[in-house]
């Protein structure tokens, strides 16, 4: 089975193109963490995906540098031969499908944080940004609680 599940934040605004076909191509990469960090080794890995067609627009649409995806990917070799007749091996993370990690309110505190701009207030209501309910509403519910 090929399957891979990354999530982490991209690194920069995703590259659009389009081919000759009208099928939208989208490249972007993810910093993803390490679940073991070393002294002296990285923190996070740096992993480059395209996504193709509807999933390409939407990143074109909806992504941007610091958004928190999770991304169902398969991983392809794309191994070439260069100029110099010299065999290239490459692998690339072909996306499937894409998920928000985040709220978008969530999102933004976290470029407010890493751009030192235009930061959002973090509410004073709960963390998970679910709305309250009073205890009377549940004598409407049409269920038994």
Same mark, same amino acid.
């Given at each position: 089975? &090929?399957?891979?599940?990354? *999530? =982490?934040?991209?690194?920069?605004? #995703?590259? *659009?193109?389009?081919?000759?076909?009208?099928?939208? *191509?989208?490249?972007?990469? +993810?910093?993803?963490?390490?679940?073991?960090?070393?002294?002296?080794?990285? !923190?996070?890995?740096? /992993?480059?995906?395209?996504?193709? =067609? @509807?999933?390409?627009?939407?990143?074109?649409?909806?992504?941007?540098?610091?958004? @928190?995806?999770?991304?169902?990917?398969? +991983?392809?070799?794309?191994?070439?031969?260069?100029?110099?007749?010299?065999?290239?091996?490459?692998?690339? +993370?072909?996306?499937?499908?894409?998920?928000?990690?985040?709220?978008? %309110?969530?999102?933004?505190? %976290? &470029?407010? &944080?890493?751009? =030192?701009?235009? %930061?959002?207030?973090?509410?004073? !209501?709960?963390?998970?940004?679910?709305?309250?309910?009073?205890?009377?509403?549940?004598?409407? /519910? #049409?269920?038994?609680?």
């Amino acid at each position: 089975m &090929n399957l891979c599940i990354q *999530i =982490g934040r991209c690194t920069k605004d #995703p590259d *659009i193109k389009v081919a000759k076909s009208g099928t939208t *191509i989208a490249d972007f990469t +993810l910093a993803v963490d390490r679940k073991f960090k070393r002294e002296g080794q990285p !923190d996070a890995d740096f /992993l480059n995906f395209t996504a193709f =067609g @509807k999933t390409a627009e939407f990143i074109e649409k909806y992504c941007h540098k610091g958004t @928190k995806l999770v991304v169902q990917s398969t +991983l392809q070799n794309n191994n070439y031969q260069n100029r110099d007749g010299k065999t290239v091996y490459r692998n690339t +993370l072909m996306v499937e499908s894409v998920e928000f990690a985040e709220s978008k %309110a969530a999102s933004q505190r %976290a &470029n407010a &944080n890493n751009n =030192g701009s235009d %930061a959002v207030p973090a509410s004073n !209501d709960s963390k998970d940004d679910f709305m309250n309910i009073s205890g009377a509403i549940g004598e409407e /519910l #049409p269920f038994d609680t």
